[in-house]
């Protein structure tokens, strides 16, 4: 079934006292986070606070010691990974595009590889994606010819070609130009509005107030507070957060 | 007789380099190509099978993959041609009769895979752990990531290495002579030296490395041309409006400073 933002039923997700180590690096200590369907949580933090390694144990590009992981309360962790991932898109602060490739190619391959759709049918899906992030004139470039911001959405929009239930964002507009950053932030807040169950880690406080329905504060690889984006921002409880916040804000 | 006019007949005696021009043309060429261009495939293949055998976890396809690149590529060529063609000629002769040829091919390939094995795990492991993770974040297996975007980007930057490797086949094929190959089989190196033999002259052997430079010579250059198109290539150098961007993103990379900088911008 579809929804507005061409994505197919948004669904919840709940990360439930996820653990990881490596070797005596303990990375999460029982971190937890849930979101509805279709809402948004930022994930805010300093760095090494765990919030990318918690992002990677919802796809399982990293697998959890301890935990679970449910999407419409259903535990993932037995599914297929390589199927679970189709589900799930993700979109990565250095953009992780294939160089060797073009855009369109970029956002085919995973179509007709994984999707099995015939070359006329992955043109036309991709195409219709590049279009819905201001790209349809880059079909054919390099992604070395386009701009970081442009990068950026061409891998939302591979992403999004598949039709995913859930968004992940790794710090996505870190690696860009102020003057890119709103850019690739409208699209975001565009399927956050679309419907689209997301979770955002990001060092944007301004889209974090204003996007998301939850507001998650990791440090030392837990959820330390969370809550709506006022209540986050404005009536802070924890005081690693407030100092968090009188540091960033 | 001068020193420099002997030099000249030994080396430029027209006659001679005519009478052997035909069977280096008809015998001598056709064989050259044959070993080396049978070789060039055979140990791309087997190169890129030891390649991933070399970076894989298990330590099974790892280590037989380190120890026979260690044994071929230490090995002088001459030897591991002679080792092979000798060696397992009594099982090349249930397989293909009393025919060294084969068994040259099969020692130029295995020589030729330990080299290439190692320059494409040079290459395939160049390319970044982001391009896996991004590729297996869309759902592909480790094995079709690994087919479809790693091995493709990483064998592009190791063409001009590999392309040298093969000039240097060309050039080893010439050992094959040590099995002692039937008349039609000579390769180009063969022919010169039996019309060296039978004339006193050299001008034969001179001519065969005159056809050898033909056939390594412009794929030297083409190696210099690939090399210098996969470096104007770079995204760093493409990148039409994008220069800054690189330094920004190595900024934004985690790191307490850096992560603490960016969080200056949150207008929308």
Known sequence: MSTATGTT??????????HLAFGANRVLRGASLDVGRGGTACVIGPSGSGKSTLLRTINRLIEPDRGDVLLDGRSVLGDD??????????????????PHMTVLRNITLALRRLKRLGEDEAAQVARAQLERVGLAGKADARPAHLSGGQQQRVAIARALALQPQVMLFDEATSALDPELVKGVLGIMAELSAGGMTMVVVTHEMGFAREVADTVAFMDGGVVLESGEPAAIFERPQHPRLRRFLSEVL | MDPLSTLWETFFDWDSMRAALPEMLTVGLPNTLILAISAALLGSLLGMLLAVAGIS???WLRWPARVYTDVFRGLP??????LIGVG????GMQVWGPNPYPLGILALSLIASAYIGEIFRAGIQSVEAAQLEGARALGFSWGEAMRL????QGVRRVLPAWVNQLIALIKDSSLVYFLGLVASQRELFRIGQDHAATTGNESALLLAGLFYLTLTVPLTHAVNWIDRRLRQGRPATAAEDDDALALAGQNAL????????????DER
């Not at chain 1, 990974?81 to 294939?98: E, K, S, T, Y």
């Not at chain 2, 790191?255 to 200056?264: E, I, K, L, V, Y």
Request: no cysteine; aromatic share 6%; charged share 20%.
């Open chain 2, 77 to 82: 060529a001459a030897a591991t041609i002679l």
């Open chain 2, 254 to 265: 985690p790191g307490d400073a850096a992560a603490r900088a960016s969080t200056g911008r």
């Open chain 2, 57 to 59: 976890r298990t330590r």
């Open chain 1, 9 to 18: 039923t948004p669904v919840s997700l709940s990360v439930r006292d996820v």
């Open chain 2, 149 to 152: 975007v790693i091995i493709p």
């Open chain 2, 88 to 91: 397992l000629a009594p099982l």
């Open chain 1, 81 to 98: 990974p390589d199927a679970l991932r189709q589900r799930i898109g993700m979109v990565f602060q250095q953009f992780n595009l294939f």
